[in-house]
């Protein structure tokens, strides 16, 4: 079955997070893993210097696997009076110890995992994904990263914002979309952000081998004219336009 991971520090942020999760949890019929990674940040300069006594770690593990039931609970009781009928996912807990980023491997052996979670930790959606946090984990998953604003909360989502340069691999990743929005019937709007005389054979190429690919009638094209990427992404962020914004994490020098 579908599952979703929740990553969480126990913040205010990680459970407003984790709420959104529940819900999204619910409209797609997935269950739920809540995952914390313990011991030393990878922010730390000391991290690898660090040992630490093996009574001690023992006594970190049972801690953090506690907190994590007890915030498990915590869940369940938050959405316990809902309507009989509404699905109600199975929640799990995972801990291991060390930096989250490379201690992801044994999380992602699970094949029904479809998706991560997880809280920002900054206002600013610039600064969010400048982030080396954020972007370390984005360059270590194969799977989608779902990172849910402070403060937040979930509403049925109806409207999509896909951010793409138009490469025809964004096709895979807009098919996989389109199987999401299904869930909702979602509008998926392709935002296509670039100088006023882009070249118009890109768009046409891309909707072409779109409309041989993907089978969803509610996709649309919408062009920007800018040459300031990020000023116009983060605008599409603030004015709450849309219910998901995506975008494709590529490798750069």
Known sequence: MKTIAILTDFSERAENAANYAYRLAQSL?????????????SANPLAAQVAWPLEDYDQLYKDTENELEVFADK??????????SEFKPIITCECHDGDLSPDLGELL????????????HDKSIASLLLSNHVRELLDRTPLPLLIVRDQHHFKKIKHIAFATDLSLTDIDVL???????????????????????SHEANVKNFMTAMSGKINYPHIYYRKMVST??????????????????????????
């Open 29 to 41: 019929q997935a269950n739920i893993i809540l995952y914390d990674s313990f011991l030393v940040p």
């Open 75 to 84: 869940l369940r009781k938050e959405f316990s009076n809902g309507e009989q």
């Open 109 to 120: 052996t699970n094949k029904e995992l479809v998706l991560l979670v997880m809280a920002n």
């Open 175 to 197: 098919q996989s979309l389109a199987s999401f929005a299904k869930f909702t019937d979602a509008q998926i709007t392709l935002v296509h952000i670039g100088p006023k005389n």
């Open 228 to 253: 300031h990427v990020m000023e116009e992404i983060t605008g599409l962020d603030e004015n709450n336009t849309y219910d998901l914004l995506v975008m494709v994490h590529r490798y750069k020098g």
